[in-house]
């Protein structure tokens, strides 16, 4: 049976650290508040210089040079992303032309931290239908440019990062079992970026009223999360007809470490079955399963056979699963 396999996978994350204390400095929050609430220690912070398709292209390089291939071997590159470069063109046309992906299709997808797993399942429809062979998805953001450094409702849970995948069809036991996603726009306004868009045009008095950043009601998100994230986890168990005892792996998105815990709770499965980098990089939205997921290949956690299970919720609200046997 045909299936997409990761046959590679990279990250990168911006040198800057910015530590609990730091931020202490810059609103009314304190180091004890944001370990116990979030589980969040430091988060990176990208350079003035250096933007999504940035980040996207050094987690790039380090997937391609895992799976061994060259640039022009990509028939398809997806970026999930909710900081493009620019409203157009497309970060994933932006990093398909540096890298040199010259025979690459390239778009991004907006999905917000659900976004990877969104961009890999579409990359997964293609493979398996016979378009493409070989995918590049690319989960990135640059969310310290989007982020009121006032607001400590916001400022305190995100960071900046990117992380990637090679997806290669392959006719063996391995790769992606199953991928589920879902959408609940009746919620959209728990999580936003009011200006800036078609809706509120750039204008000074916007900037003023501090629409062009990101708003959250934060414990509404909470409460949705858990349960959508507990229903999606099982849903892809369900649909593999395992259950939660075959999981090896569960990579999530690294959104709140009370979250994963409180999910993970619900389905019986161990915490120590799960890939957590939350308290180094915080909340990277789209590019946190990726980067969760590279360095756990890298450290030798996941081993062949193993079930791993990705799940992911955001803005929109999305959420989403893939259940991968590696
Ligand atoms: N430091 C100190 N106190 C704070 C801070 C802070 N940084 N932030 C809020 N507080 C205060 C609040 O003002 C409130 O005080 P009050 O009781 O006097 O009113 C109190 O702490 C509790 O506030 P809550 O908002 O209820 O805190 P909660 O435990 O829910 O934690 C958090 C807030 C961390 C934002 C949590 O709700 C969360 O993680 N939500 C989910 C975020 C998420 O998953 N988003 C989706 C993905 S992101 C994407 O799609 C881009």
Redo the contacts with the bound molecule.
């Keep these: 049976m045909l299936r997409s396999r990761i046959i590679g996978t990279g990250a990168y994350a911006p040198s800057k650290v910015l530590t609990n204390f730091d931020?202490e400095k810059l609103?009314?929050?304190?180091d004890e508040?944001?370990m116990e609430?979030?589980g969040i220690r430091e988060r990176r912070i990208a350079a003035e210089d250096e933007a999504t398709s940035d980040l996207s292209i050094k987690a790039a390089n380090n997937a391609i040079k895992m799976a061994g291939i060259k640039p022009e071997d990509i028939d398809l590159i997806i970026v999930g992303t909710?900081t493009p470069d620019m409203f157009f063109p497309s970060t994933a046309s932006i990093v398909q032309g540096k890298i040199g992906a010259k025979n690459a299709v390239a778009f991004d997808i907006s999905a917000?931290?659900?976004g990877f797993i969104y961009a890999m399942s579409i990359a997964d429809q293609f493979i398996r239908n016979g378009t493409y062979k070989t995918a590049l998805v690319i989960g990135a953001?640059v969310?310290s440019k989007i982020i009121d450094w006032s607001d400590?409702?916001?400022?305190?849970?995100?960071g900046d990062g990117a992380g990637a995948v090679i997806l290669r069809g392959d006719n063996g036991k391995s790769g992606i079992l199953s991928t589920h996603l879902h959408t609940d726009g009746s919620m959209w306004d728990?999580?936003y970026i009011p200006g800036g868009g078609s809706r509120y045009p750039v204008s000074h008095q916007m900037i003023d009223d501090k629409l062009i950043y990101?708003k959250?009601?934060?414990?509404?998100?909470?409460k949705v999360?858990v349960k959508s994230l507990e229903a999606v986890i099982l849903e892809a168990i369900e649909h593999n007809k395992m259950k939660p005892s075959d999981v090896n792996w569960i990579i999530p998105?690294q959104?709140?470490l009370?979250?994963i815990q409180a999910v993970v709770k619900r389905l019986d499965i161990p915490i120590e079955r799960v890939v957590l980098n939350i308290e180094r990089y915080g909340?990277t939205?789209?590019a946190s399963v990726p980067m969760a997921l590279d360095e756990a290949v890298r450290d030798g956690r996941v081993k062949k056979d193993d079930v791993i299970i990705f799940e992911?919720?955001?803005?929109?609200?999305?959420w989403a699963s893939a259940l991968i046997r590696w």
Excluded: P, Q, Y
């Design positions: 931020l609103v009314d929050t304190s508040w944001i609430r979030t909710v917000a931290c659900s953001e969310l400590r409702n916001t400022c305190v849970i995100f728990l999580l990101m959250m009601k934060g414990n509404e998100t909470f999360a998105h959104a709140n009370r979250i909340n939205s789209a992911a919720f955001g803005a929109g609200l999305t």
